[in-house]
């Protein structure tokens, strides 16, 4: 049997934070190491258990789930910590800010638990966890803020058909869409989506979206 999933739950709300400990806790292949209620204690914690999954809510005190994402899993950091960032839709901004934070994906709070623990495993694999409309709406309402100024387009050490996976895979298509879209199969599109990763040096999918807009391969 492998060993549990280790979760680390930070949410300032006790009724909220318990409800997930009680959830995520009940499942044979999850370990909850720990649990705390501001962003600060997240990143202590997280430097001292070492957890494989810190689920972190938004707004907290102290310090908010936006900076602790970026001091466990941003840019730089030299052991990373996947975060799964807890939200709501009326939040877009702080999902937005947390994913180029270095947050490996993000759920709505109203998630069933069934969806929250598919996540949780979806994280630890080392999987970005996205909706794809969801993300498209969120990347493509702050493009303009993250594409640099226009000058000169940058060489990228693609393939064309690398970048035109890249672009499909920021537009917001899944694997299987990318793959019907190209008539090829979805074995090709992942081995695709792991050389253009490999190529720019991006963790996963997220980082993918944010550096092709960012890159101005997408409006």
């Not at 934070?17 to 292949?29: C, E, F, H």
């Not at 705390?36 to 938004?58: E, H, N, Q, S, T």
């Not at 630890?124 to 966890?129: I, P, V």
Request: charged share 25%.
């Amino acid at each position: 049997m492998s060993a549990p999933i280790r979760v680390l739950v930070c949410d300032d709300q006790m009724l909220i934070r318990t409800g997930l400990v009680t959830i995520i806790g009940a499942q044979p292949d999850f370990e909850v190491v720990g649990e705390c209620g501001d962003g600060r204690a997240a990143v202590d914690l997280a430097a001292r258990l070492r957890p494989d999954v810190v689920v972190m809510d938004v707004r907290m005190p102290v310090l908010d789930g936006i900076e602790a994402t970026r001091l466990l899993a941003g840019a730089g950091v030299p052991h990373p910590v996947k975060v799964l960032v807890l939200t709501t839709f009326n939040l877009d901004e702080y999902v937005y800010e947390a994913l180029r934070a270095g947050a490996s994906g993000f759920l709505l709070k109203d998630a069933p638990p069934d969806r929250l623990l598919h996540g949780i495993r979806t994280v630890a694999t080392g999987a970005a966890l996205l909706d794809p409309e969801v993300t498209r709406r969120l990347v493509g309402r702050h493009a303009a803020r993250i594409r640099p100024a226009p000058d000169a387009a940058p060489e990228l050490p693609l393939t064309p058909r690398e970048l035109e996976v890249l672009r499909l895979l920021a537009d917001g298509l899944s694997n299987s869409e990318i793959a019907e879209r190209l008539v090829i199969s979805q074995e090709t599109v992942k081995t695709f989506v792991s050389r253009i990763l490999t190529k720019l040096d991006l963790r996963d999918r997220v980082q993918a979206v944010v550096y092709a807009y960012r890159h101005g391969l997408v409006t």
